[in-house]
């Protein structure tokens, strides 16, 4: 393992206020070159891109918490280091609330302690869902 790789996650997952499929296609395509996403079921879409050599498994989930869609990158090897990264990205892109966890999760951790990140680049730390946001 390398340096790089041990402060990476080994995958990302943020949550979208909106996910209009023409712009999560668009920036889908120009971060990870993946195809547009495809239906697999009831709220269910999954693409795959590449960065490098390494496949980037996609899979949005409408509706997964509080309104909120679920983007999931299942590869340590994404464009961002961290879920923040992510969310910041996506949030400029989409012109979108994006909101993700503080870090990595581990027993005993807070659980609903989210980054809320608005599309003009402000930030906050949220309790969610409790964060009445």
Same mark, same amino acid.
């Given at each position: 393992?390398?340096?790089?790789? +041990?402060?990476?996650? &080994?995958?990302?997952?943020?949550?979208? *206020?909106?996910?209009?499929? %023409? !712009? $999560?296609?668009?920036?889908?395509?120009?971060?990870?070159?993946?195809?547009?996403?495809?239906?697999?079921?009831?709220?269910?879409?999954?693409?795959?891109?590449?960065?490098? +050599?390494?496949?980037? &498994?996609?899979?949005?989930?409408?509706? *997964?918490?509080?309104?909120? %869609? !679920? $983007?999931?990158?299942?590869?340590?090897?994404?464009?961002?280091?961290?879920?923040?990264?992510?969310?910041?990205?996506?949030?400029?892109?989409?012109?979108?609330?994006?909101?993700?966890?503080?870090?990595?999760?581990?027993?005993?951790?807070?659980?609903?302690?989210?980054?809320?990140? $608005?599309?003009?680049?402000?930030?906050?730390?949220?309790?969610?869902?409790?964060?009445?946001?």
């Amino acid at each position: 393992m390398t340096a790089d790789s +041990e402060t990476r996650y &080994p995958d990302i997952e943020i949550y979208l *206020a909106k996910a209009p499929m %023409a !712009s $999560l296609n668009e920036w889908l395509g120009m971060a990870i070159g993946a195809e547009p996403l495809t239906p697999v079921g009831k709220g269910k879409w999954r693409s795959s891109g590449l960065v490098g +050599e390494h496949a980037i &498994p996609v899979l949005l989930m409408e509706r *997964a918490a509080d309104g909120f %869609a !679920s $983007l999931w990158f299942d590869s340590a090897e994404t464009p961002w280091p961290d879920d923040a990264a992510c969310a910041r990205a996506a949030a400029r892109h989409l012109g979108s609330e994006v909101r993700c966890s503080l870090g990595g999760w581990q027993p005993g951790d807070e659980p609903d302690r989210f980054l809320r990140v $608005l599309p003009d680049g402000r930030e906050e730390e949220i309790h969610w869902p409790d964060s009445g946001q």
